[in-house]
């Protein structure tokens, strides 16, 4: 039965056999449509993008986009005076003549880098300690409550893992560190199985808190739904959860906690070290029924080739001109038995090795083979129009392309053409994708490049 109490718009939460709810959509929602938009609670920047954007609102900076240092510490950077003030009074004006030595202590250097940012994610929850207290409990929270971010984040559970670490953080100015430290043992134990990795066309470049995200969906490995980010100058960062295929009312919600293209062990033990759950979607019940997947062959042999092209037939339909990607999930389901090695560990990571290494230095025709194999697993593994698939047939697309500049000479009349052909299929499969999850990150990006490529392409003949 649902919660009246814990409704949202086109959303209910519900009682779930395993988890603690399951989304519910109350209403329809398409293919591409924004099932929920979430603003973030905090968010902070990797270190190899400190200085390239803003530490605010995550802007790129650009010809037309100067960023700032703070005059202060020197560690923070913006493209406004709107950015900066709002990151002053958030928690920048309790941190920062303390920063710099925070990040400089050895607590913090023994950190992974991965705890390092999240260590900084957590002193800036920590600045304002006042904002958490005088809360609802998380076992009172409603609907109405649960749209304050700092409520919400409370009503999370705490991970597995939440008395075995104890993260540095830096201490607010003129707080108390013995009830700072209290209150950051607090937060801290719902960080590793709350927090976000944000990216921009797939690239990642910060971790943010989104409560309400967390809140509201469940993991699955065959998704019908995944994050973007919206990334606009002098405003917070804000996700969006997209419909990746149609949503009929009664379906529940989920997104992907981690990529369902890894391992099925990998999954299976990094879902248990940081949820504490294992997961029973029909890719995990089909891959656990196949272990132990034997390994493939070596790759360039005649036995890996025929499963190869054995695998592109299956899944693409693929007859040496024409790609058909399937529209509904599952197809993995239906996998002959010889070719199940394509499901083991190495398998997928030798592959795109491979394809990145010859769509970069070639030869690109061996590249339009291992991206084409690459794709055919692809939509194997992955739910349709998921955005993995669409930007590796941007990729393949431009791979055809670059054959097409450096090979014209050696490429009869019929060939190129076919090529040209082969290169707009791979575009419409990627701009089908792409479209469905729409634009997000920074400016331009994949759907700004399949136009450029399109519009190449179709001045190329007449």
Known sequence: MMNPELQFSGIQLAPHATARNAAIATSFFSAGSTVASIPSLSTCLLPSDKG???????VLETDRIELRRCSGCASFWYCSETCQGSSWRSHHKKLCKSFNAFTASAEYQALTPHDQVDALLLSQLLADPSQWHARPAGDRADASSLQDPFVTFLDLLQGPRADEVDIPFCVPRGANYTE????????????????????????????????????????????NAACKYIIKRGEPVVMQVIALQDIRKGDEITIPYLDPALPYRTRREALRVNYDFECRCRLCIYQRGIEPVERPDEPGTDSSRRMEAALRTFALGFNGETVQVPTAPGLFEE?????????????LPALAELFSRTSHEGPFSDAIEAGLTLLALYVLVYPPNYPQTGMHALELAKTVWNLLCTATANLSETQSVAM?????????????????????????????EIDILSQVLNQKRP
């Open 420 to 448: 040209e052909k082969q290169a707009n299929l791979f575009l419409h499969i990627a701009t089908s994708i792409l479209a469905t999850l729409g634009p997000e990150g920074d400016e331009g990006g994949p759907l700004e």
């Open 52 to 58: 390239k954007r803003c530490d605010a609102c995550h």
């Open 180 to 223: 700072v430290s209290a209150l950051a043992k607090e937060l801290y134990s719902r960080f590793g199985n709350n927090n976000f990795v944000l990216h921009s066309h797939l690239n990642s470049y910060a971790h943010g808190v989104f409560p309400l995200a967390s809140r509201l969906f469940n993991h699955c490995c065959v998704p």
């Open 335 to 347: 996998t002959p038995p010889q070719l199940r090695p394509v499901f083991h560990e190495s398998y």
